[in-house]
C-alpha cells in the first residue's frame, strides 16, 4: 500500500499500467493476426502446390498416353510385332524408347511374350505387361528400386472389320528424386512419390521416408515430424479415383512450418524489442508527467513542513516555474503564496493592535516604573535644599539623581522602540560578526569565555538592519547569561546539578547555519530554564522574573525579528536550559516601515 500512497507513484503507476496493457493487448492482437495469416498462407500455398503437383501428374500420364498411342499405329511397328521375332521387333523398341523420352519401352506378342525391352530388364518387364488379350489403355504404379515406376500400356491393333491384337506396347517413366527435385523448383515445396505403402522417392534425407509413409493414406492435411523441423503435408494420388486399387501412386507435398513460423519468431522478437523499448519510454515519460503535476505539490509540502518546524506562517513556496509544470499545480501553489502573504499582513496589523492594546493595559505599570525614580530624584532635591548639606551627600544627591534620570530615559526609549513602528535600514551584513559583536556587548565588563559559536562558514552576505538585529541578539544573551549566573549562584539540588554540567559544557551556546534562502540563528544556554507557567507570558510586555529587569527585552526583540520578516522560536525545561531559535530570510522581502 505504501507505493501507491504518494500521488507521483498513484500517476507513475497508472501511466504505466495503461502503456503495458495498450502494448500488450496490440502485441497479442499482432500476434495473432500474424500467426493466423501465416498459417493461411501456409495451408493455402500446400493446396496450390497440391493442385499443380496432381496437374502435372495427370498431364505427364496422358502426354505419355498419346504418345504411346501415336507410336503403337505406326505400321513399321505393327508389321515387325506381327513378324513375332525378337530381332526384328528390338531396334525399334530401341529407337522409340528414345523418341518417345522414356525411362523404358518393352513389345509384346500375341501370347504376351516380350519381343522387344529398351531400358530395363526383362523380368522387371515381364512382371509390369498386361493381359496380352486386354484393348484398353492402362496405367499403373509400381515400386522400383530407383523409385515409382509409372507404366503406360495401350494395344497394338491391326485395323479392320474385326481388329486384330498384335502385342502391346508399354511404356514406363521413373518417378524418382530427379523429377522430386524439379517438381519442388516448381512448387517451392518439398515432395515425395509413394506406391503401395512405401515412399520411393523424395527431396528430403532417405532417413525420413520411414516417418512420412503414413501420411500416403491421409485425406486432409496432416502434420509430420521429420527430426526437429514440422511439415504440414497434403497426399495427392496420381491417377484418378476410379483407377484400379493399389494401381495409384502418391504424391507427397510438404511446406515447413518451423520455416515459416522461424520468421514469425522474428516478428515477434521485434515486436517484443519495440514493446520494451516504448515501455520503457512510455515509464520515463510518465514519470516526468507525474513530476509536473507533484513537484508544485512538493514545494508546498516542504513550505509548510518548514512551517510547522518554525512557525513562521508568512513562509512562502520556492517554485521555480517550467513551461511542463501541471498549470492547477503552480495555480495551487501561487494561491499558497497569496495565503502567507496576506496571513503576514494580518500579523502586522494584529501586532500593531497588540502594542497598541498593550500600551493601555500597561500604563499603571508605566506609572509605577516612573513614580519610583521620580520619588528618589525629589528626595535628592530636598537633601539638596538643605543649608547645611556636606559635599559626600551633595555628590550621592547628585549621583542618585543622575541614576535614575537615565533609568527614566531607559524606560522611556523602551516604550517607544515597544509602541512605535520600527524603522530598518537595510543593508548587507555579516551574520556572524554581528553574534561576535552582540556576545561581546552582553557580556561587557566581564568574561565571555562561557560563550562558544558554532558559525556556519559559509554563511552569504545577509541583507538585514545589523544594528537592530545586534540589539534584538543582544536582549537573548543577556537573559542568557543571567539565567547562566543564577545556576552558579544556586545551592538546591536540582540547581546544583544544572551547574555541574554547567562547570563541564559552555554555559551558552551560538550556532548559525543557512539553507534554502534562510539563515538560523540558535542560541543555547545551561541556565534555570524557564518555568511551564511562565512560557505564554515571556514575550508580553514588563513580564519578567528579574528583580533589576524591565520585562521589554524580549518584547522588542520579537518585534525586531518579525520586522525583519524572520521568527522567533523558544523551547525551555526548568532546570537543564534554553533555547531560542531565530529564523531569518537571506533577504527579506521587506521591512515593517
Given at each position: ?22 502494448l ?9 493476426r ?11 500455398g500446400l ?19 498419346r ?24 531396334p525399334?523398341?530401341?529407337q ?16 504376351g ?17 498386361q ?8 496405367s ?20 479392320g472389320d ?5 502385342g502391346?506396347l508399354t511404356?514406363g ?10 517438381f519442388k ?11 503401395q505403402?512405401?515412399?520411393l522417392a ?6 525420413a ?20 523441423e ?27 512450418r ?62 521555480k516555474s ?25 500579523q ?15 500604563s ?14 525629589r ?23 543622575d541614576?535614575?534620570?537615565?533609568r ?18 537595510l543593508?548587507e ?28 562558514p559559509?554563511?552569504?552576505p ?9 540589539t ?16 552558579a549562584?544556586?545551592?538546591t539540588?536540582?540547581d ?32 534555570t530554564?524557564i518555568?511551564?507557567?511562565d ?22 526583540t ?5 520586522g525583519?520578516?524572520?521568527t ?10 534554553t533555547e ?14
Amino acid at each position: 500500500m505504501r507505493a501507491t500512497s504518494s500521488l507521483t507513484n498513484r500517476v507513475f503507476l497508472a501511466c504505466t499500467l495503461l502503456a503495458m496493457l495498450s502494448l500488450g493487448f496490440a502485441f497479442y492482437f499482432v500476434d495473432e493476426r500474424a500467426s493466423s495469416e501465416v498459417e493461411a498462407d501456409l495451408r493455402r500455398g500446400l493446396l496450390e502446390a497440391g493442385t499443380l503437383v496432381a496437374q502435372y501428374g495427370a498431364t505427364r500420364t496422358d502426354h505419355f498416353t498419346r504418345l504411346a498411342r501415336v507410336v503403337a499405329d505406326l505400321p513399321k511397328l505393327k508389321a515387325a510385332v506381327e513378324t513375332g521375332d525378337p530381332p526384328t521387333v528390338q531396334p525399334l523398341a530401341d529407337q522409340y524408347r528414345v523418341e518417345v523420352n522414356a525411362d523404358l519401352l518393352v513389345l509384346t506378342g500375341r501370347g504376351g511374350a516380350v519381343l522387344g525391352a529398351s531400358g530395363a530388364d526383362a523380368a522387371t518387364i515381364a512382371a509390369a505387361a498386361q493381359d496380352p488379350k486386354s484393348a484398353e489403355e492402362i496405367s499403373t504404379f509400381t515400386p522400383h528400386g530407383r523409385g515409382v515406376l509409372e507404366l503406360v500400356s495401350v494395344p497394338v491393333l491391326l485395323e479392320g472389320d474385326l481388329p486384330d491384337i498384335l502385342g502391346r506396347l508399354t511404356v514406363g517413366v521413373f518417378l524418382d528424386d530427379r523429377l522430386a527435385a524439379e517438381f519442388k523448383r516448381l512448387t517451392g515445396s518439398e515432395i515425395a512419390f509413394g506406391a503401395q505403402g512405401h515412399i520411393l522417392a523424395s527431396t528430403l534425407p532417405p532417413d525420413a521416408r520411414a516417418t512420412l509413409a503414413p501420411a500416403m493414406g491421409a485425406s486432409a492435411i496432416a502434420s509430420v515430424a521429420v527430426g526437429d523441423e514440422e511439415f504440414l503435408v497434403l497426399a495427392r494420388p496420381l491417377l484418378p479415383a476410379d483407377a484400379a486399387p493399389g494401381a495409384s501412386g502418391v504424391a507427397l507435398v510438404l511446406r515447413s512450418r518451423t520455416d515459416h513460423l522461424r520468421f514469425l519468431s522474428t516478428i515477434r522478437t521485434g515486436l517484443a524489442g519495440a514493446m520494451i523499448v516504448t515501455l520503457l519510454l512510455a515509464t520515463i515519460l510518465s514519470y516526468g508527467v507525474a513530476r509536473t503535476m507533484t513537484r508544485p505539490l512538493a514545494a508546498i509540502t516542504t513550505a509548510m513542513r518548514e512551517i510547522a518546524a518554525t512557525g513562521d506562517l508568512t513562509r512562502k513556496v520556492a517554485l521555480k516555474s517550467r513551461a511542463w509544470d501541471d498549470e492547477d499545480a503552480r495555480l495551487l501553489a501561487s494561491t499558497f503564496n497569496t495565503l502567507t502573504e496576506s496571513i503576514a499582513r494580518f500579523q502586522r496589523e494584529a501586532a500593531q493592535k497588540d502594542r497598541l492594546s498593550a500600551l493601555g493595559r500597561l500604563s499603571t505599570v508605566i506609572a509605577h516604573e516612573i513614580r519610583n525614580p521620580l520619588m528618589i530624584i525629589r528626595a535628592s532635591l530636598s537633601t539638596l535644599r538643605d543649608d547645611f548639606v556636606t559635599s559626600s551627600e551633595l555628590r550621592d544627591a547628585v549621583s542618585d539623581i543622575d541614576d535614575e534620570t537615565r533609568r527614566l530615559n531607559r524606560i522611556v526609549t523602551e516604550v517607544l522602540d515597544f509602541a512605535r513602528p520600527i524603522r530598518f535600514e537595510l543593508a548587507e551584513a555579516d551574520v556572524n560578526q554581528v553574534c561576535r559583536a552582540s556576545a561581546e556587548a552582553a557580556w561587557a565588563g566581564s568574561p565571555s569565555s562561557s560563550v562558544t559559536f558554532d558559525l556556519d562558514p559559509a554563511m552569504p552576505p545577509v541583507v538585514t538592519d545589523a544594528e537592530r538585529l545586534r540589539t534584538a541578539l543582544v536582549n537573548v544573551l543577556t537573559n542568557a547569561r543571567h539565567a547562566v549566573l543564577a545556576v552558579a549562584r544556586a545551592d538546591t539540588g536540582t540547581d546544583r546539578r544544572a551547574r555541574t554540567a554547567t562547570m563541564d559544557e559552555p554555559g551558552v551556546r551560538v550556532q548559525t547555519r543557512a539553507a534554502n534562502g534562510r539563515i538560523v540563528i540558535a542560541i543555547r544556554d545551561r541556565g534555570t530554564g524557564i518555568a511551564p507557567e511562565d512560557m505564554a507570558h515571556i514575550f508580553d510586555p514588563y513580564f519578567t522574573t528579574r528583580r533589576a529587569g524591565t520585562g521589554l527585552g524580549l518584547p522588542i526583540t520579537k518585534n525586531i525579528i518579525e520586522g525583519l520578516g524572520g521568527t522567533i522560536v523558544v523551547s525551555s525545561r526548568r532546570g537543564e536550559g534554553t533555547e531560542i531559535r531565530i529564523d531569518l530570510p537571506q533577504t527579506p522581502a521587506g521591512a515593517q516601515a
